[in-house]
């Protein structure tokens, strides 16, 4: 029997004070802090110079330039080890970097966090030697950017539906099948692919394999045509009887949805460090416009409707920052973030969005117009509440991984003094109702609150929104002049946390409710018929 | 094995069978949800809800998320199946 993951919220209690300062910073470790400033002051100059963002959306490329310029500087070698001629970064040293990135250009961000996380990180942990000593000094010189494959067609939230077959051909194994939406796919030097191996583990087991761009086989279809993210490559890519070593299927064969799970928990991360970066560009404009922008005879920051709009923003963005520095730390502390980066994922895609969306409100028709920038912002980060997991999924899964373990025994206990004690104290009795709440949950369904994902989505909300509280509180105290900001962002997460306890009170009567009316509303379209207006 | 443990294992095998589209033969009782049967962790509940609903046995989530391999599942609704009989009997 597998023993339950921990909760993160359990492990920031037990460790609150070490927790509080981890969030205040973007470093890991000490040799990071020394480091990390130098390389971002870096990738922010170098993108200031080459990477113009309404260019790149335009051009819906990359420039080779850049590319070779963010090379040049070891921006793809962030989080390969030194001796393979990496920065050996961790996780959260290198999601301070891909914000940066992604405060000037998203597509970028989203090149550079792909491959550091998603692209990099299955070979790094669990190739051969050999196999890491031959490709990963080409990958972080940039070489060979790297890319990963698991959706296909028939198979995005859910991987079991994966088609794509590795089976073993003599001393080889031969790969048949197609995967969608590859990020970096059209210039990617390798290939990280999920897919089924019968023969190897179970019936139907799945593995991951490293495929090498040269090999016999590949095929590179044409570019996505996207709202958002236009210079990000995305493409689809066949493999047609491509065959590999077997030394290539990465780790124990037959473990390959769990590897890619442990893969996505990077992904996830720095792709919420990505959203962090594209809300502080958003923040930023927004700022600048409300401060000059003049009406009815003074600037429209001035008004408390505006004043509104900022403060949410930047709480949002504390938190979700917040969030993204909470899963680096837990898993430098070799704490498990499969969960964690979920939460975190949900946070930062929706805070980003929203973020965007109210510095579009803010500049008024200006913003609807492309040149401000805002509009790309908007259209950027729309993508990231559904890939890696699309929202609605995963915060389905986070309702059923909160449910699935049994609380802990011993009262968990938030205790600050000072300024921020009577925060700490609601978020203590909040969680303690929360907790009350789910235990009812588990004893009225059982396993069958599975297919109840309403009030998996409300169990998952909740949750995030303590995490979001906890997570504020804790760096407040941390940091005295991050006080006022971190007691605001606090202060919303606490009353998110209300509002979907109320949720969740009420998710059986909707599911009723949305059940029936979808019944009369999909009836015309049965069978694939398009209905009559 | 029992008559009852054999029925049990056999209509757990069937509903895997049915839910990933696989031939029920090529299922093994030591076979890993997850690792050998390339079931997530929501694939896993959705099996287990099924189990629960077709073999009328109810069971807890944190005990469903422990379940590891198809002989654990037979297992754990074989001992909650006995149990329910003997809580009826007393």
Redesign the interface.
């Known amino acids: 029997?597998?023993?339950?993951p921990p909760e993160p919220i359990a492990l920031g209690l037990a460790r609150a004070s070490a927790l509080g300062e981890a969030l205040a910073t973007p470093h890991a470790t000490a040799a990071e802090a020394d480091a990390l400033p130098m390389v971002r002051a870096e990738a922010t100059r170098l993108m200031a110079r080459l990477a113009d963002a309404a260019t790149i959306d335009r051009d819906g490329e990359i420039p080779s330039a850049l590319r070779a310029t963010i090379a040049e500087a070891g921006l793809f070698g962030l989080t390969i080890p030194e001796e393979h001629g990496g920065a050996g970064f961790s996780l959260k040293a290198t999601c301070a970097v891909i914000a940066d990135l992604a405060t000037v250009e998203r597509s970028t961000a989203i090149m550079i966090g792909l491959h550091s996380g998603l692209g990099v990180r299955p070979l790094v942990e669990l190739g051969t030697d050999d196999v890491r000593a031959r490709y990963l000094p080409e990958i972080a010189a940039g070489e060979r950017v790297a890319s990963f494959s698991a959706t296909e067609a028939e198979a995005g939230s859910?991987?079991?539906g994966?088609r794509t077959t590795g089976t073993l051909d003599g001393d080889a194994i031969r790969i048949d099948g197609e995967k969608a939406y590859v990020t970096n796919g059209s210039f990617a030097g390798c290939f990280t692919v999920l897919c089924?191996t019968p023969g190897l583990?179970?019936?139907?087991?799945?593995s991951l394999v490293f495929i090498p761009r040269e090999t016999p086989g590949i095929g590179i279809g044409v570019e996505e045509d996207k709202l958002g993210i236009r210079g990000s490559s995305t493409v689809t890519v066949t493999f047609d009887a491509v065959r590999i070593p077997r030394e290539l299927v990465l780790g124990e064969a037959?473990?390959g949805?769990?590897q890619a799970?442990a893969a996505l928990s990077w992904g996830r991360t720095l792709m919420s460090a990505g959203c962090v970066g594209t809300a502080r560009a958003a923040l930023e404009l927004a700022l600048a416009h409300v401060n000059t922008r003049r009406q009815f005879g003074k600037t429209i920051g001035e008004f408390t409707a505006s004043r509104a709009h900022i403060a949410r923003m930047a709480s949002r963005l504390y938190a979700a920052e917040t969030l993204v520095r909470w899963s680096g730390h837990a898993l430098a502390s070799g704490q498990p973030i499969d969960e964690l980066s979920l939460f975190v994922k949900v946070l930062a895609s929706e805070a980003s969005f929203e973020i965007c969306d109210r510095a579009l409100q803010l500049h008024g028709a200006l913003g609807f117009l492309e040149p401000t920038g805002v509009a790309r912002l908007l259209r950027d980060c729309r993508i990231t509440r559904i890939f890696e997991g699309a929202n609605d999924?995963l915060l389905?899964?986070g309702g059923?991984?909160v449910?699935?373990?049994?609380p802990s025994p011993e009262p968990l206990r938030l205790a600050l003094g000072g300024a921020l004690a009577p925060e700490a104290k609601s978020w203590q009795a909040l969680h303690e109702r929360f907790l009350a709440a789910a235990a009812r949950v588990?004893a009225e369904h059982?396993?069958?609150?599975?297919?109840h994902q309403l009030v998996l989505q409300s169990i998952a909300r909740a949750n995030l929104a303590l995490l979001v509280g906890l997570g504020c509180l804790l760096r407040a105290e941390a940091r005295p002049d991050e006080f006022a900001l971190g007691r605001h962002a606090a202060e919303d997460a606490l009353a998110e946390v209300e509002e979907h306890l109320g949720a969740l009170s009420r998710a059986l009567h909707d599911e009723t409710r949305v059940q029936a009316l979808s019944e009369l509303l999909y009836a015309p379209h049965a069978g694939g018929r398009a209905g009559s207006a | 094995m029992t008559t009852s443990e054999a029925s049990t294992r056999e209509r757990v095998v069937a509903m895997v069978a049915q839910i990933l589209k696989v031939d029920p033969s090529k299922i093994s009782g030591k076979d890993r949800l997850r690792e050998d049967l390339g079931m997530d962790s929501l694939a896993s509940l959705e099996l287990l809800s099924c189990i629960s609903d077709e073999l009328d046995v109810d069971i807890e989530l944190d005990e469903a998320m422990s379940l590891v391999t198809i002989d654990d599942a037979c297992a754990f609704v074989d001992r909650v199946r006995a149990e329910q009989r003997g809580g009826a009997a007393s």
């Open positions: 029997m597998a023993a339950p859910d991987l079991t994966i089924r583990g179970g019936q139907r087991a799945h037959g473990r949805i769990d799970h999924v389905v899964r059923a991984a449910l699935g373990r049994r588990r059982g396993v069958g609150v599975v297919r």
